[in-house]
Nanobody, 115 residues
Framework: QVQLVESGGGLVQPGGSLRLSCAAS????????MGWYRQAPGKQREFVSI???????NYLDAVKGQFTISRDNAKNTVNLQMNSLKPEDTAVYYC?????????WGQGTQVSVSS
């Protein structure tokens, strides 16, 4: 069982920045493929970004150059730096961990972009 706890969400004006963090339990964090997903009101959950155990990354086309994912294996955390935020980035953001025994999700953190 892997427990994930997100933090860092909030209300920000368009053009602002937020940094989301996800803390994971377990001693095998460095082996997990970590990801961020989001779900806007009335929409399905969508992929945002992923980082492998080796540090390779991938992004939703809409956030390339805007968001940066990173991980700190010593602290069991994965971060999502979000810059130049737009109203369409408003969503609940979820952290995920893919392990050899399954995929785990955090409870989500709300990001609202509005003036």
């Amino acid at each position: 069982q892997v427990q994930l706890v997100e933090s860092g969400g909030g209300l920000v004006q368009p053009g602002g920045s937020l940094r989301l963090s996800c803390a994971a339990s377990g001693s095998l964090f460095s082996f997990y493929v970590m990801g961020w997903y989001r779900q806007a009101p009335g929409k399905q959950r969508e992929f945002v970004s992923i980082i492998t155990k080796g540090g390779s990354t991938n992004y939703l086309d809409a956030v390339k150059g805007q968001f940066t994912i990173s991980r700190d294996n010593a602290k069991n955390t994965v971060n999502l730096q979000m810059n130049s935020l737009k109203p369409e980035d408003t969503a609940v953001y979820y952290c995920s961990a893919k392990t050899v025994v399954g995929e785990y999700w955090g409870q989500g953190t709300q990001v609202s972009v509005s003036s």
